[in-house]
């Protein structure tokens, strides 16, 4: 009987580049929201005004009203160098479908997109990354679920707002930034028992829209507590991306041009602030 296996070389495989399956990833969801500064230079510095003028009441007429003074400081940006790359064989170059200097050159900026996400919202400030939000030592708000971290609650959720509030800071562009295993878990949570109403209800939280990032890390410490989440709640139209030049994706041929090698480079210059 004749089968497949046995006249196998009859069998004809198509290959269906134009179907190639991408690999799952994390994705850009911060950056797009952030307040970009391109087309830099040099280094910069923001004026801005840190404390304002208070006014007062005088207790009888020809009393002088006491003096207010504002309190200005800056913001100042300078540009550190994010890139990744790769080394491809010319053949590759040559044979590959899909075009592989295409695929890897939009791999290139995913993986410098998804950098940023995760610098803004929780970079080292060492070793040349910007600080991210959850390392500030100032100039943000923390909500504190004690000693070792801990639960979310509904009472713990509203302060949130309420301290933003009380910062002067809120707007309509407010957004919550969550680990999807973190939005998942919120989802099993009633604000009060027996409510049948969670934390999150319709990709919402107190009212306002969450954005899923797998960039939101899940492995936090806080004294004895380890595998803790991070949750981010905020207008990040304040948070500022100073861009110097655009991505530079370079084609490098000569490198290790004599093993027939090509090197593809992507490189960004930026700051936050």
Request: hydrophobic letters at 40%; charged letters at 15%; one cysteine or more.
């Amino acid at each position: 009987t004749a089968t497949a296996g046995v006249g196998g070389y009859l069998v004809p495989e198509d290959h269906l580049g134009s179907d190639f399956i991408s690999v799952l990833s994390s994705h850009s969801v911060v950056f797009p929201k952030t307040t970009k500064l391109t087309g830099l230079v040099g280094d910069i510095s923001i004026p801005k005004m840190t404390s304002c003028m208070a006014a007062a009441f005088v207790a009888n007429e020809a009393t002088a009203v006491a003096e207010s003074d504002p309190v200005f400081g800056q913001l100042a940006l300078s540009p550190e160098t994010c890139g990744a790359y790769t080394d491809v064989g010319r053949k590759l170059f040559r044979q590959a479908d899909p075009s592989v200097d295409a695929m890897i050159m939009g791999d290139l900026a995913r993986a410098l997109a998804v950098k940023i996400d995760q610098t803004i919202l929780n970079g080292t400030g060492t070793s040349g990354e910007p600080t991210g939000i959850l390392n500030l030592s100032g100039g943000v708000s923390t909500v504190s679920h004690g000693t070792n971290g801990g639960a979310e609650t509904w009472a713990k959720m509203v302060t949130y707002l309420g301290q933003i509030q009380a910062d002067n800071a809120s707007s309509e562009s407010m957004c919550w930034v969550m680990n999807p295993t973190t939005i998942a878990n919120y989802k099993t949570i009633e604000k009060a028992s027996g409510t049948a109403r969670f934390l999150v209800e319709d990709m919402q939280a107190d009212g306002y829209d969450i954005l899923a990032s797998s960039n939101m890390p899940t492995n936090l410490t806080k004294g004895t507590g380890t595998g803790l989440h991070g949750v981010v709640f905020g207008d990040f139209s304040s948070c500022v991306v100073g861009m110097w030049g655009g991505l530079d994706l370079q084609v490098d041929p000569y490198s290790l041009g004599t093993k027939g090698v090509i090197r593809l480079v992507g490189l960004q210059d930026l700051d936050l602030g």
